[in-house]
């Protein structure tokens, strides 16, 4: 059981490269979401999709595309990559019952634009 | 005004102290109230959950909940070396819903 598997871990860009990291989930989980984590900002939701097919924007999306085209794939595009896109992206997948609310996180994916 | 508020420490005790960690809230429609545990370089991981208000136990840890005030709480007991991490509350309103972190306390514990 591999869990939530994210790639490349590292990675770094030009400004104005364009990039695809790749998030699967192997839990068959309705819920897939990718975030950022910025030092003072903590986690913050990028893209989420409620399962194959539905995608929507959470508070930072710009800049970002993503797919859902099976349960479990979930990639996320930057499109031009610029500086301010620095940071470490984390892919998460969670399911929707009771009890608890579990969100499982990927590795990370560290990623500096220069 | 942020939904979650966390104090980002960083927070340094000895072993075997208590530890309190909390976190404030503004949305009264939250329901689920989870903490992370973060270790430099890896991934968050689910340490403890609870649904709506009251306490749960789990070996050294206890959350709390309180929906009144919107303030949430995690003790560590007899806290050890292998505590240090970073630890985030989250919250949300229905499962599989939309998460809303804090920016994480930074915890060290000194043997």
């Known amino acids: 059981n591999a869990g939530v598997t994210q790639t490349p871990k590292f990675q770094v860009l030009k400004t104005g490269q364009s990039m695809t990291l790749q998030c699967a989930q192997d839990m068959n989980h309705e819920y897939m979401s990718w975030y950022r984590q910025d030092p003072g900002m903590g986690l913050r939701l990028i893209h989420y999709s409620v399962g194959a097919g539905i995608t929507d924007q959470g508070e930072v999306p710009n800049g970002y595309n993503v797919s859902r085209s099976t349960t479990e794939d979930f990639p996320l595009r930057l499109l031009s990559a610029a500086p301010s896109q620095t940071s470490v992206y984390f892919c998460a997948s969670s399911y929707r019952g009771t009890p608890g609310n579990t969100i499982y996180f990927g590795e990370g994916s560290w990623l500096t634009v220069v | 005004q942020k939904e979650v508020e966390q104090d980002p420490g960083p927070l340094s005790v000895p072993e075997g102290a208590i530890v309190s960690l909390n976190c404030t809230y503004s949305?009264?429609?939250?329901?689920?109230f989870m903490w992370y545990r973060q270790y430099s370089r890896k991934g968050p991981e689910l340490l403890m959950y609870t649904y709506s208000s009251g306490n749960k136990e789990d070996g050294r840890f206890t959350a709390q909940v309180d929906k009144s005030s919107k303030y949430i709480s995690l003790f560590i007991r007899d806290s050890q070396p292998s505590d240090s991490a970073t630890y985030l509350c989250a919250m949300s309103v229905d499962t599989g819903n939309q998460f809303y972190f804090g920016t994480g306390t930074s915890l060290t514990v000194i043997p």
């Open positions: 949305n009264s429609a939250f329901q689920y």
